[in-house]
């Protein structure tokens, strides 16, 4: 819980120290509807995140995401044939975002995807694109789609592919700017 709490602090500590400059950061969130793409993971799930962007260039931006994805429903585990219910995951992420033009824009985050329920604690790596609609005046609506994989790594054999990493999910997003 310790790191979960500091990366959350560092999270916003990290994001929030360009407030008195020129360029303010620009805050999202939203739901998501996540679609898994390993075989194991049988069910759809739903998440929610917060995302950060500093924009010091035109084209370029520093985005920090935090986000919770639970995925509700039987999960296959392919070593021992059990069934694990559920699976809740929190993934910390920072990185850099491009926009290709006004609307359109193309990321890649890295950071941890801690796990709260049924899986252990990664190294993640999340490359993804969206597009913002603007609706009255300046309101701004940010939709993203985005791969999260949740990496290997080395691990006692009565593990689960949970606990050890190795999947991956489709995030779709709709989020709110402000």
Known sequence: MKKILMSVYVLLLTTSSG??????????????ILIPTYSQIKSPGLG??????FKPHKKLSFVSDIGINAFNGDIVNQFTNKIVKGLIIMPVLAGVKWSASKNLYFAGLAGVAFGLENAGTNFSLSPGMGYLLKFGGKRMAD????LTGVLPKTSIPENTFLEK?????LSLRLAYQF
């Open 143 to 146: 939709l993203g789609l985005r």
């Open 19 to 32: 407030i008195g400059q020129k360029n303010r950061p620009v805050y999202s969130a939203g739901p998501a």
């Open 165 to 169: 990493g190795g999947y991956s999910f």
């Open 48 to 53: 929610f995140g917060l995302k950060v962007d």
